[in-house]
């Protein structure tokens, strides 16, 4: 897994996730992240542009991370989702979660705001 972890201001993307985020690559993203989680980022957006497959394992390791972030006031959003990925996330109501962006422009004027 190639994370890309680059900071824009309050916001701190992460771009790289893999096509097929399952169970399998979920310790190595939960390995990788870890050192840009120490300084608890205000806003974490992940780009999920090149990300067609996610499963429960996936959704659970987003959601840790959030739940890492809250005590400290941080935020975890979602861009650039694919349809299929998508479609995960409106079942599983994760939009009361995670805020949703377009992409990856649209994530960092919300973080502006």
Not at 8 to 30: A, E, K, N
Not at 33 to 53: C, I, M, Q, T
Request: proline share 4%; hydrophobic share 50%; charged share 20%.
């Amino acid at each position: 897994m190639d994370l890309h972890v680059t900071q824009h201001d309050r916001l701190t993307l992460v771009s790289g996730l893999p096509r097929m985020f399952d169970y399998t690559v979920c310790p190595d993203f939960q390995r990788l992240l870890a050192a840009h989680l120490e300084k608890a980022p205000a806003v974490l957006v992940f780009d999920l542009s090149g990300v067609e497959f996610m499963d429960s394992s996936a959704i659970g390791s987003l959601i840790t991370i959030r739940n890492r972030l809250l005590p400290a006031g941080g935020t975890v959003g979602l861009c650039s989702i694919t349809d299929g990925v998508a479609k995960v996330l409106r079942i599983a109501d994760l939009g009361k979660v995670f805020a949703l962006h377009a992409d990856v422009p649209a994530a960092l004027a919300a973080a502006r705001d």
